[in-house]
């Protein structure tokens, strides 16, 4: 959080606060799926910046292909996971999702995701994300969350570095199409625990029909995006 910044409140599943060393007011409110589309936009435009400078954008195109698909109406309803937006200024900003990770053999809870457009960085946003975030592994009975970090991206290290994460010994390193993910740590304090959102509340607000109706139409929109004969520049990816 930065510094001025006055501390979040914490009411049911919405946290609202000023920073006031930058002027922004920012918000973070459970996802829904009215929201999709904007989750999709956000997760592939910050995804893209975190590689800028580190992987030529023509390579990162077909992995982006890949992830385009991902299916956000699917994680919204899902009843084990908890999936954040965050908005600053009334904008969406960024994302967070908390719950257990399938595609990790260390069972638990992990910050899945936590991703911020790169207009919003340094507004304080990217905090207020993962104590939401931390919130919300608590209200999940959690006593401590891990996550995974591109090795290479020393911004997103330094970050949760200077949140109090550290370094986990006992999950091995993996990597993705680019680079060795590390695992951090990070144990959930008692004054978290004692302001961790209600469960109450927190069940989908949505069918599963509906969700599998919006994935379609959304897995094909995006895959379509990303699959152009010429790959758009960074600065096109709006």
């Known amino acids: 959080?930065?510094?001025?910044?006055?501390?979040?409140?914490?009411?049911?599943?919405?946290?609202?606060?000023?920073?006031?060393?930058?002027?922004?007011?920012?918000?973070?409110?459970?996802?829904?799926?009215?929201?999709?589309?904007?989750?999709?936009?956000?997760?592939?435009?910050?995804?893209?910046?975190?590689?800028?400078?580190?992987?030529?954008p023509a390579t990162l195109m077909p992995v982006a292909a890949e992830r385009a698909t991902y299916d956000w109406p699917a994680a919204i309803v899902d009843p084990g996971a908890r999936l954040g937006l965050g908005l600053v200024d009334g904008s969406p900003a960024g994302i967070t999702k908390v719950g257990p990770d399938p595609t990790e053999e260390v069972r638990g809870t992990w910050l899945e995701l936590l991703y911020v457009a790169p207009?919003?960085?340094?507004?304080?946003?990217?905090?207020?994300?993962?104590?939401?975030?931390?919130?919300?592994?608590?209200?999940?009975?959690?006593?401590?969350?891990?996550?995974?970090?591109?090795e290479g991206q020393g911004r997103a290290r330094r970050f949760y570095e200077r949140e109090g994460w550290s370094y986990d010994s006992e999950v091995p390193p993996s990597r993705?199409?680019?680079?060795?993910?590390?695992?951090?740590?990070?144990?959930?304090?008692?004054?978290?625990?004692?302001?961790?959102?209600?469960?109450?509340?927190?069940?989908?607000?949505?069918?599963?029909?509906?969700?599998?109706?919006?994935?379609?139409?959304?897995?094909?929109?995006?895959?379509a995006a990303y699959l152009a004969p010429q790959p758009p520049s960074l600065s096109k990816i709006v």
């Open 119 to 150: 207009e919003f960085w340094g507004t304080g946003v990217a905090a207020a994300l993962l104590r939401w975030a931390a919130h919300q592994a608590s209200s999940l009975g959690a006593q401590f969350m891990r996550l995974r970090v591109v």
């Open 176 to 223: 993705n199409a680019f680079f060795p993910l590390l695992c951090m740590r990070s144990n959930l304090t008692s004054t978290t625990r004692d302001l961790r959102a209600p469960s109450a509340g927190l069940e989908p607000a949505h069918t599963a029909p509906e969700a599998d109706a919006l994935s379609a139409e959304l897995r094909g929109r995006g895959r």
């Open 1 to 56: 959080m930065s510094r001025g910044s006055r501390l979040p409140r914490c009411d049911r599943d919405v946290m609202s606060a000023s920073t006031w060393a930058e002027g922004h007011a920012w918000q973070v409110r459970p996802a829904t799926l009215e929201d999709a589309s904007v989750l999709a936009e956000l997760y592939l435009r910050s995804w893209f910046a975190g590689y800028d400078g580190l992987v030529d």
